[in-house]
């Protein structure tokens, strides 16, 4: 059981819009807060793309750790064929 203490006008809001939907206070503020709880539970990014990362991978696995030594080579090489 919970007591909840709203101000008045956030009260008269919950009641008008209880009674525009035929519900009562306590179903519209359950289901807020279940809706609230199912948000907190939302799947992640990478969750939602989980299956796609890597799909289109090069095959280094260094190319984090290793970014700046590799794009200087990059631009070495690149630098060598202007020349």
């Known amino acids: 059981m919970i007591t909840l203490r709203l101000d008045e006008k ?3 809001e919950l009641n008008r819009l209880a009674e525009q939907m035929g519900t009562n ?3 519209l503020i359950r289901k807020s ?3 609230f709880i199912d948000q907190q ?3 992640s990014a990478w969750e939602l793309g989980q299956d796609l990362f890597g799909n289109y991978a090069s095959g280094k696995t260094n190319l984090s750790k290793d970014r700046k030594q590799l794009l200087k080579q990059k631009l070495a090489a690149k630098r ?3 020349s």
């Open 80 to 82: 060598a064929t202007k």
């Open 25 to 27: 206070k306590s179903v």
């Open 41 to 43: 539970k939302q799947i």
């Open 33 to 35: 807060i279940q809706q």
């Open 10 to 12: 956030l009260e008269q």
